[in-house]
């Protein structure tokens, strides 16, 4: 499969390099000392999972890297629309966009410049983030991905983008209910990143109080 990968970060680089490691070409819009490091050394992932240093087709002009066969869309949210806007050059006939992003709107944000019919909706849970340029560092979390068609219906794209990523060692599956996942993981993130920002705590810190744990099960609550 020919991956496309917008957003080359913590997320985007973590599971197109293992990708790409299984044999899949990998493509990835990249900018700057980012991109420069790597076309000059391969993505290179630092894992508990294990390490590895792929090669990759990394260009910061989607037109030079041209149709893809899915595209993951791992920007961070407040760039979704312009970066939705600039994917025409990497979507083949028939090719999926699939959101690995934080939050319950990009699918609609994606869908507005490609198309209902393109998007894929995608939850990652997974620690990881870029440490150097060309370097992305994954320290915990299950690794995982939940992917699933916005309509709950079962379709022959998912489950080809299922067996792929299976394919290369990736904990996937499709969700039965994708926007279920997403809100589910969206009131979990306004909880720990609210309750981390107003304390200025770790979780675990924020856990072992009694008060602050009881406040951070009531915003969950309160987003539900």
């Not at 790409?20 to 700057?32: K, T, Y």
Request: charged share 20%.
């Amino acid at each position: 499969m020919k991956v496309g990968v917008v957003g080359a970060g913590g997320v985007g680089g973590y599971f197109g390099a293992r990708l790409a490691q299984a044999g899949n070409e990998v493509c990835v819009v990249a900018r700057g000392q980012h991109l420069a490091a790597i076309r000059e050394h391969g993505l290179r992932i630092r894992s508990v999972k294990g390490d590895a240093s792929v090669a990759v087709t990394a260009s910061e002009n989607p037109a030079e890297i041209g149709p893809c066969d899915v595209v993951l869309l791992c920007v961070k949210s407040y760039d979704t629309e312009h970066a939705a806007a600039q994917r025409g050059p990497l979507l083949s006939h028939g090719a999926a966009v699939v959101s690995l992003q934080n939050g319950i709107e990009n699918e609609e944000w994606i869908a507005a410049s490609v198309g209902s019919d393109r998007v894929i909706g995608g939850a990652a849970f997974i620690f990881s983030s870029i440490i150097e340029p060309g370097v992305i560092e994954h320290t915990g979390g299950p690794a995982r991905l939940i992917v699933g068609e916005l309509n709950s219906k079962p379709s022959d794209r998912v489950e080809r983008l299922l067996e792929t990523l299976q394919g290369a060692g990736i904990d996937a599956e499709i969700a039965a209910d994708i926007r279920v996942v997403l809100w589910t993981k969206f009131a979990f993130i306004c909880a720990t990143a609210g309750m981390t920002a107003a304390t200025r705590l770790p979780l675990r810190d924020i856990c072992n109080c009694p008060e602050s744990f009881d406040m951070l099960a009531r915003v969950i609550d309160e987003v539900v």
